[in-house]
């Protein structure tokens, strides 16, 4: 198994920048594929970015330009850089792992993180 914990997030002002952070433990050598989706009140759970084993990433349109999903093996961890950060950011950060487990693919799910971009 493995398991994600995300560490980041909180207040910042519209324009302003946050990097969230998620550590993966466990079975970290089948991961494949790493990523960020969010939930805002009232609506469904959307991709922002992803990154796979060979540094290939996607973005959501939204955020293209002023978020980027980045990730250091050494430390286990994926970050997510958002900068230029508007209202519409304002949403409950997932860090999800995609790995193989008995050649079945899987997925984990960090616990979330709260980001509120407010003036």
């Known amino acids: 198994q493995v398991q994600l914990v995300e560490v980041g997030g909180g207040l910042v002002q519209p324009g302003g920048s946050l990097r969230l952070s998620c550590v993966a433990s466990?079975?970290?050598?089948?991961?494949?594929?790493m990523g960020w989706h969010r939930q805002a009140p009232g609506k469904q759970r959307e991709l922002v970015a992803r990154?796979?084993?060979?540094?290939?990433?996607n973005y959501a349109d939204s955020v293209k330009g002023r978020f980027t999903i980045s990730r250091d093996n050494a430390k286990n961890t994926v970050y997510l850089q958002m900068n230029s950060l508007k209202p519409e950011d304002t949403a409950v950060y997932y860090c999800?792992?995609?790995?193989?487990?008995?050649?079945?693919?899987?997925?984990?799910w960090g616990q979330g993180t709260q980001v509120t971009v407010s003036s």
């Open positions: 999800k792992g995609d790995y193989v487990a008995g050649s079945i693919p899987k997925q984990s």
């Open positions: 466990g079975s970290i050598f089948s991961i494949y594929a």
């Open positions: 990154i796979t084993n060979d540094g290939t990433t």
